[in-house]
């Protein structure tokens, strides 16, 4: 079963403009990942948020984390063309599994 | 480091045939993932290992389903025999205990 329910499904966005992208979870995690898969290719780590921290951030990422809230929202800010992609949360559940939800396409048009 | 490699990357196969897809992790990984992704299902998690033991297989669909981890850099999952319904995108994935889970490129998979 799938954990991680991202919103919104789908976002378009002008570049340069900021992407916000939430995520929420349902049970008690140690960790939550985001991802971005290009079309037709791999999922990308793109930040690690453990349960004891509430944001990270990396380039143009801003990631937070609100267990008592069971959500983390994703941003990026200045956005690219090249930021074109699905992004997808994960949570993890006792013994490093991780599960996925049904992600976020972005499309930042130029 | 070459990352987790998975072959084939494509491949075209007729119903009833068997199918094998082949991972190999990053070197000093103890877990192993594969998940498939559909556009109906998403990403599912089908089956993992920690130190080439499977841990977790309750998301192998059917019978039909296998896969094996006979050491710590090469594992495979088989299909045998393959259904139209199995074509999707088959990833790989590795990671060290409560990290970051590092995924190949997929093997793109369609059953005729």
């Known amino acids: 079963s799938q954990q991680g329910e991202e919103d919104p499904q789908a976002l378009s966005i002008q570049e340069g403009e900021n992407a916000t992208m939430n995520c929420s979870y349902k049970t008690s995690i140690n960790n939550l990942q985001w991802y971005r898969q290009n079309s037709g290719r791999g999922l990308v780590h793109l930040i690690l948020i453990r349960s004891n921290e509430r944001e990270k951030h990396s380039g143009r990422l801003r990631v937070t984390l609100d267990t008592s809230k069971k959500s983390s929202s994703l941003l990026i800010t200045a956005s690219r063309a090249a930021d074109t992609a699905s992004y997808f949360c994960a949570t993890d559940e006792y013994g490093n599994k991780l599960v996925f939800g049904a992600g976020t396409i972005l499309r930042v048009k130029s | 480091d070459a990352g987790v490699i998975q072959s084939p990357r494509h491949e075209v196969t007729e119903m009833g045939q068997e199918v094998t897809l082949r991972c190999k992790p990053i070197?000093?990984?103890?877990?192993l993932f594969w998940y498939r992704q559909t556009m109906m299902r998403g990403l599912e998690l089908l089956i993992y290992?920690?130190?080439?033991?499977?841990?977790?297989d309750s998301g192998m669909p059917e019978d039909r389903f296998s896969a094996k981890m006979p050491n710590a850099s090469f594992s495979t999952l088989k299909i045998q025999p393959s259904e139209p319904r199995d074509s999707a995108v088959y990833f790989c994935a590795s990671s060290l205990p409560g990290n970051t889970i590092y995924f190949g490129e997929g093997s793109w998979l369609t059953v005729v």
């Open positions: 290992f920690n130190n080439n033991v499977p841990i977790d």
């Open positions: 070197s000093g990984h103890d877990y």
